[in-house]
């Protein structure tokens, strides 16, 4: 059981936006920031989105992230086949000494 | 740039231990800020933090598992050493290591390696 909720799965059509949930508690989202890793089929977890709300060089500004009280988002805009992946949530736990928690990661299918 | 290389046995035993080495390249696990985890994903599930060594040598580990995991680093050969013992077949999983450049987590992963514990 994974200390950050996620829905299991969420689709979507091409050039529609999809939004993805993560909650959690004061200990971890409330307290501090949300990251977001995508997952493509077969390959190693990448960083997505860090400081709830920051892409790194080369995530088109189609995938945004927000945060507010204990749960945040992920959206992507403008869906594209390439989009479909695993995305998982996570965040630092103060309750966990050095502990990153995940979400239990939701599998985004574009129709 | 940076990359991170997992490597160790496909097949263990159940009841031995688990030895994988992270060697990575692109940054100094003796900066300050650096830190290289373990993360697993039994297929098909979620990922799992198991282990995460710092660059003044502090440890930490997944509350679940510290009994069985112990983490070491060898700065200058740029590894990470994560030993995991007593295996079961539910320690069946791609093993990733990955960065940490405080306060971001995980910002580079190796590409993962599967452990499948059979006898």
């Known amino acids: 059981q994974s200390v950050l909720t996620q829905p299991p799965s969420a689709s979507g059509t091409p050039g529609q936006r999809v939004t993805i949930s993560c909650s959690g508690s004061?200990?971890?989202?409330?307290?501090?920031?949300v990251y977001w890793y995508q997952q493509l089929p077969g390959t190693a977890p990448k960083l997505l989105i860090y400081?709830?709300?920051q892409r790194p060089s080369g995530v088109p500004d189609r995938f945004s992230g927000s945060k507010s009280g204990t749960s945040a988002s992920l959206a992507i805009s403008g869906l594209r086949s390439e989009d479909e992946a695993d995305y998982y949530c996570?965040?630092?736990?103060?309750?966990?000494?050095?502990?990153?928690?995940f979400g239990g990661g939701t599998k985004l299918t574009v129709l | 740039q940076v990359t991170l290389r997992e490597s160790g046995p496909a097949l263990v035993k159940p009841t031995q231990t688990l030895t994988l080495t992270c060697t990575f390249s692109?940054?100094?696990?003796?900066?300050?800020?650096?830190?290289v985890s373990w993360i697993r994903q039994p297929p098909g599930k979620a990922l799992e933090w198991l282990a995460r060594?710092?660059?003044?040598?502090?440890?930490y580990y997944s509350t679940s598992l510290k009994t069985r995991l112990t983490i070491s680093k060898d700065t200058s050969k740029n590894q990470v050493v994560l030993t995991m013992t007593n295996m079961d077949p539910v320690d069946t999983a791609t093993y990733y290591c990955?960065?940490?450049?405080?306060?971001?987590?995980?910002?580079?992963w190796g590409q993962g390696t599967l452990v499948t514990v059979s006898s």
């Open positions: 996570a965040a630092w736990d103060d309750s966990l000494s050095a502990h990153v928690v």
């Open positions: 990955a960065r940490t450049q405080n306060p971001v987590p995980f910002d580079y």
């Open positions: 692109g940054f100094s696990l003796s900066t300050s800020g650096m830190c």
């Open positions: 004061s200990s971890n989202i409330g307290s501090n920031y």
């Open positions: 400081r709830n709300n």
């Open positions: 060594i710092d660059w003044d040598d502090d440890k």
